[in-house]
């Protein structure tokens, strides 16, 4: 990071080369029926992690990875949303680009942090170094940025505040994605980092005045069996407990968990102080189990509620699985957001209550009564209430597209329209409730109330709208037409 050392991409030609870009890709955007609807996803190209998550001054403020000039991908930088209800939002001007020498090849993901009336923001700013890497072992900085904004739209400062090389001995060049939180009037700072062994960690960092940050060691470490690098760490208080959420890169399958390149799951447990360490009390908890939830991170609004936002997608998946939105101008979008609460020392994931807003022409059935013509959809909730647990169930979705229940285990199962996305099942024993969120693209399955949830992508024809039930099963199924 020497001065005077010309930036790799002109960006006053990049500037004036993106609208041109974008008018070519919202062309064919425009004419796309798997455009989601009440899903966010930026104007053109290509959308990775949320970032910066935040209720500042009664607005949300939504960030993500975002790429404009292509759906493939490539150096990030951090589009923006705003919204009064987390169900409508504006996309704002981009926040950030990779404009500096400190973040050249990507504004990475990270978050935001409220104090004094000003968001503190911290994330990784991406270099690769031109030679012979591997950028795993060699030529990549990961500087760690912190940006003060006093209104979430203007950048007051933006200053490296740990620099690559000031990362502890041991590790790769993989240490990203800032999540700060406060305890007892101190800053604490995780990051997600690879070790030259190639195992998980998250590092721990503390400050005084959010500016001066010195290592404190690792707050927790994974074994071999718990993946080669974990990716966007985030702490937070829930109902008394303490919880570690991350994201795992290759997790190696077992049965029934695990079955995508990379997961997300949580630990709970208690931060020593002593040692600086988080000691977990509960074994890892997978948080989703479709094909398509990747790097969540969670903040507390306003109300005192832990509200979660996710990639509604993950990387590493092809040639298995894709998205043929890519040829169409955009890919990925954010996953609903959800509220997050721990009952019995599981977090259980709901949808918003606002979303409730979208409902339209409610029909109400009993199981027993539907017609395989009765219920049609695309854009749409669907919410069954079994009396007991059903003998057997199948739900067909979308054209090709099934849920199904039997001999307690429910299995998600594509056909042609998932794009390479087969099956994935949760054993259950008991199953009392289904809330089913579909878009234009995009499944989200809550069952039993939050206690797991399955995210999946998915390719229909539009003209394919069925929704059939068959199965021995008793309970009311109640559906609605969403519009946003
Ligand atoms: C997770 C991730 C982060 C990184 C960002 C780059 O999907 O790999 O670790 O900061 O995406 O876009």
């Known amino acids: 990071m020497t001065k005077n050392v010309k930036m790799k991409k002109d960006m006053q030609a990049y500037w004036q080369s993106l609208p041109e870009l974008q008018a070519a890709l919202m062309e064919k955007i425009a004419a796309d029926p798997w455009r989601l609807t009440y899903h966010q996803m930026p104007a053109t190209g290509w959308l990775n992690d949320p970032n910066g998550a935040v209720q500042f001054k009664g607005t949300y403020h939504l960030y993500h990875q975002y790429v404009p000039e292509t759906p493939n991908g490539g150096a990030t930088h951090w589009g923006h949303k705003t919204s009064q209800d987390m169900v409508h939002f504006k996309e704002e001007d981009?926040?950030?680009s990779p404009d500096?020498?400190?973040?050249?090849?990507?504004?990475?993901?990270?978050?935001?942090f409220v104090h004094d009336d000003k968001i503190h923001f911290f994330y990784t700013g991406n270099v690769k170094h031109e030679g012979d890497h591997d950028y795993t072992y060699s030529g990549r900085e990961q500087n760690t940025i912190h940006v003060v904004s006093a209104d979430g739209f203007t950048v007051?400062?933006?200053?490296?505040?740990?620099?690559?090389?000031?990362?502890?001995?041991?590790?790769?060049?993989?240490?990203?994605?800032p999540k700060v939180f406060e305890h007892e009037g101190v800053y604490y700072m995780i990051l997600g980092a690879r070790t030259r062994d190639n195992l998980g960690?998250?590092?721990?960092?503390?400050?005084?005045?959010?500016?001066?940050?010195?290592?404190?060691?690792?707050?927790?470490?994974?074994?071999?069996?718990?993946?080669?690098m974990w990716e966007c760490p985030d702490y937070f208080e829930l109902?008394?407990?303490?919880?570690?959420?991350?994201?795992?890169?290759?997790?190696?399958?077992?049965?029934?968990?695990?079955?995508?390149p990379h997961t997300v799951g949580y630990l709970t447990g208690a931060i020593n102080w002593d040692e600086y360490a988080?000691?977990?009390?509960?074994?890892?908890?997978?948080?989703?189990?479709?094909?398509?939830?990747?790097a969540p991170q969670t903040f507390e609004d306003e109300s005192g509620r832990r509200i979660l936002w996710a990639w509604m997608g993950i990387g590493d998946t092809e040639p298995e699985y894709g998205n043929p939105t890519v040829a169409r101008g955009w890919q990925h979008a954010m996953a609903l957001p959800r509220q997050l609460t721990l009952e019995n020392g599981r977090l259980k994931q709901r949808p918003l209550p606002e979303y409730q807003s979208l409902r339209q022409h409610t029909q109400t059935h009993r199981l027993c009564e539907i017609e395989e013509s009765t219920l049609k959809g695309e854009i749409y909730e669907l919410l069954v209430e079994f009396d007991e647990t059903p003998r057997s169930f199948e739900l067909t979705l979308r054209q090709d597209s099934k849920l199904s229940y039997q001999d307690g285990l429910l299995t998600?199962?594509?056909?042609?329209?998932?794009?390479?996305?087969?099956?994935?099942m949760i054993p259950l024993t008991d199953?009392?409730?289904?809330?089913?969120?579909?878009?234009?693209s995009s499944l989200e399955i809550f069952v039993n109330d939050g206690e797991f949830v399955m995210t999946s992508r998915v390719y229909p024809s539009p003209d394919q709208q069925m929704i059939h039930v068959t199965g021995d099963a008793q309970g009311q199924i109640s559906y609605w037409d969403l519009k946003i």
Do not use: C, M
């Not at 303490?242 to 079955?259: A, E």
């Open 94 to 96: 981009i926040f950030l």
């Open 156 to 177: 007051e400062s933006r200053e490296v505040v740990i620099a690559h090389a000031d990362y502890p001995a041991g590790y790769t060049d993989h240490i990203r994605d």
């Open 412 to 424: 998600l199962k594509h056909g042609e329209s998932g794009f390479g996305r087969r099956k994935r």
């Open 239 to 260: 109902d008394d407990s303490q919880v570690v959420l991350f994201s795992p890169q290759g997790l190696l399958p077992t049965t029934y968990n695990y079955h995508n």
């Open 278 to 294: 988080f000691e977990p009390e509960t074994d890892f908890v997978e948080l989703d189990h479709g094909f398509d939830f990747y």
């Open 431 to 440: 199953l009392s409730q289904l809330q089913i969120f579909s878009d234009t």
């Open 100 to 112: 500096q020498l400190f973040d050249e090849d990507g504004v990475y993901s990270g978050s935001a």
């Open 201 to 228: 960690h998250i590092l721990l960092y503390r400050s005084d005045d959010l500016y001066d940050w010195s290592y404190q060691g690792v707050f927790l470490a994974g074994n071999e069996e718990q993946g080669f």
